[in-house]
């Protein structure tokens, strides 16, 4: 804004000054209305329509739900939706199901952020430095992530079913009842998978990154006689630290939005509950169960915790 | 490099050593569900002994067949493509447009503008997913169909970053050059920057392909009949209700599997080296 508001005040000049000619007069009136370039505005359009339409409108549309008494009625039908303040968020706060749900984001975070952030900095930096086979690496570890979930499924539930070759390598190892319908390990599981699954993406995050770590401070780490390891905590990690904020946000954010793997890897979060997503619990109240407006709310809860959680990790690894 | 040269040298070759173990092994990993995937898919009967990952036999297309006959392939695929490809026509043409406009031209509402482009990175998906729901749905009837399907990807924030870095970094003297000769500003976009936004175009073309041709969620949400949906969708209707009841329900599932993997994999393979890390880091970024 500040920008806009800059440029406008510089063309206005001429015209406040009094010395513009008759053809620049109103050019600058438009400039110090719309800016030096007004078309910017027509190109701009479309974007700023669709975020308004797209972005903003259902924003408020679900706040707005989530403390109404909203449900489907018939196309046309004109219908009262009360006022009803916290009451839907009264429905969420003591329905079991979407407790259960949030602890067990709760535990797919607490094993998929670290792992995450951990092996795809270990890789990165491993990925930075190999001169043979880089671009087949890269590719390897980019794989699982240009692949649709629905495909990988698929060969998750053959590899980790009762009979499946996991079990078949670890024998009298395997679990039982076995990982996909054992209530302590099928949330395990999902978090692994989708760490698996997204890993490539961060770790190119973090080469990205690595490409701006001045060379020089390696150099005088192994001057002063610095251990791989010690220039690897003293110079990288700290080095990386922004993306390693951004990492941890968007290895959060992706975990808030998991359906797709409770619902077809554990048969719509189960067992008993065990592996069902906030967003699991919302699609099954909102739209199986006609109750947006709870739906809403649990959708308004969710986005809480991920701002919180946002916010945390800010300030814990931008101080320095 | 400096340092006492024989413990450097021995230190050196250890840690190489150790990560290149660790990034093969790590590769080994990554592709082998994909390996699993292709073998199973072949296999008449599922043997999942550590002996049938390398099967000598009974190798054959009947899974292909047999999911073609439970899924309409040819029909889901071509849901898919249309989906697929009016997300990425949506996302070129306005995301280039508002790129460009954000990053060259100065108009009043710019920095407002560019503000709400960073916070609808922030804005989690599964907000909206109710209401665009309801609204979509509901609200302009659109189930059922390729638009509602489209609608809310059909302009990408990552796209618009790509573009507007992209169009930061070429010189001034491109665009100023085409002013001093008389161009007006559309005609400035239409024969500077286009020709020159190549390299751009294919990345976000290829960052957005795997968007919608992965995408489950919402398209199982608007898409209730069978021959509106993507293959994602079809099949992953096919993995919940229909494969306990198939005779080899892990191959057929498998077969389908890599039709689906197919596409996204083999672009990403043909076009790997435009997947460049600069470009991703800074769509995220900004």
């Avoid at chain 1, 063309?11 to 370039?37: S, Y």
């Avoid at chain 1, 086979?133 to 992530?145: K, N």
């Avoid at chain 2, 047999?66 to 249309?82: A, C, E, K, Q, T």
């Avoid at chain 2, 989906?83 to 108009?107: E, P, S």
């Amino acid at each position: 804004m500040a920008t806009a508001h800059a440029a406008a005040a510089t063309d206005a000049g001429p015209k406040a000054g009094g010395g513009g000619t008759g053809r620049r007069a109103p050019r600058g009136r438009v400039a110090a209305v719309l800016g030096r370039h007004p078309v910017g505005l027509l190109l701009a359009a479309p974007y700023a329509v669709f975020v308004a339409a797209v972005f903003a409108y259902p924003l408020g549309f679900a706040i707005w739900m989530s403390f109404h008494d909203y449900f489907f009625a018939a196309p046309g039908a004109v219908v009262d939706r009360p006022f009803v303040g916290l009451d839907n968020y009264r429905a969420v706060l003591v329905d079991p199901q979407v407790r259960q749900a949030f602890g067990n984001i709760g535990v797919f975070l607490v094993i998929n952020v670290p792992l995450t952030a951990v092996l795809a900095l270990l890789l990165a930096v491993a990925l930075n430095k190999a001169v043979r086979a880089r671009m087949f690496l890269r590719v390897a570890f980019y794989v699982p992530y240009v692949t649709a979930s629905v495909a990988v499924v698929g060969v998750w539930l053959f590899l980790f079913n009762s009979e499946g070759l996991v079990n078949q390598l670890l024998g009298p190892l395997a679990p039982d009842p076995s990982w996909l319908v054992n209530e302590g390990l099928a949330m395990p599981v999902i978090a692994v998978f989708v760490a698996w699954k997204q890993l490539g993406f961060f770790i190119l995050l973090y080469l990205a990154a690595l490409q701006n770590v001045p060379k020089e401070l390696y150099e005088s780490a192994a001057v002063d006689g610095a251990s791989a390891w010690a220039r690897f905590r003293s110079v990288t990690v700290p080095a990386v630290r922004p993306a390693t904020a951004l990492v941890v946000i968007l290895a959060t954010i992706t975990g808030a939005n998991l359906f797709t793997e409770p619902y077809l890897l554990t048969g719509g979060g189960g067992p008993s509950g065990s592996s069902a997503s906030p967003v699991l619990v919302m699609y099954q109240r909102g739209i199986q169960q006609g109750q947006p407006d709870v739906a809403a709310a649990i959708g308004v809860l969710l986005v809480i915790g991920v701002l919180v959680i946002s916010a945390i990790n800010r300030r814990l690894l931008e101080r320095d | 490099m400096a340092g006492t040269p024989g413990k450097r040298a021995t230190g050196g070759r250890l840690t190489t050593v150790l990560r290149t173990v660790a990034l093969f092994g790590g590769a080994l990993v990554f592709l082998f569900p994909f390996y699993y995937m292709f073998v199973g898919s072949l296999q008449a009967e599922p043997d999942t002994s550590p002996a049938g990952a390398f099967p000598t036999s009974g190798l054959t297309l009947d899974n292909y067949r047999d999911i073609n006959s439970r899924v309409d392939l040819l029909g889901s695929l071509v849901n898919s493509g249309i989906f697929t490809g009016g997300v990425i026509l949506g996302t070129v043409v306005f995301g280039l447009l508002a790129g460009y406009a954000l990053a060259r031209l100065r108009f009043r509402g710019r920095g407002t503008l560019f503000a709400l482009v960073l916070l609808v990175q922030v804005i989690p998906f599964q907000l909206l997913l109710i209401p665009l729901y309801v609204l979509i749905v509901r609200g302009y009837g659109l189930a059922d169909s390729y638009l509602g399907m489209i609608l809310p990807f059909a302009i990408n924030t990552t796209a618009v970053f790509v573009f507007r870095q992209f169009f930061l970094q070429l010189p001034d003297e491109l665009f100023a050059a085409a002013r001093i000769d008389g161009a007006g500003e559309l005609r400035v976009l239409w024969s500077v920057a286009l020709p020159l936004v190549r390299p751009a175009l294919l990345t976000v073309v290829l960052l957005t392909f795997i968007g919608p041709w992965n995408e489950f969620l919402w398209p199982f949400l608007v898409t209730k009949q069978a021959d509106m949906q993507p293959l994602a969708v079809s099949l992953a209707n096919y993995i919940s209700n229909v494969a306990a009841r198939a005779a080899n329900p892990y191959g057929a599932v498998l077969a389908g599997a890599c039709v689906l993997a197919a596409p996204a994999v083999g672009l990403f393979l043909a076009f790997q080296k435009y997947f460049v890390s600069t470009d991703i880091g800074s769509g995220v970024k900004g």
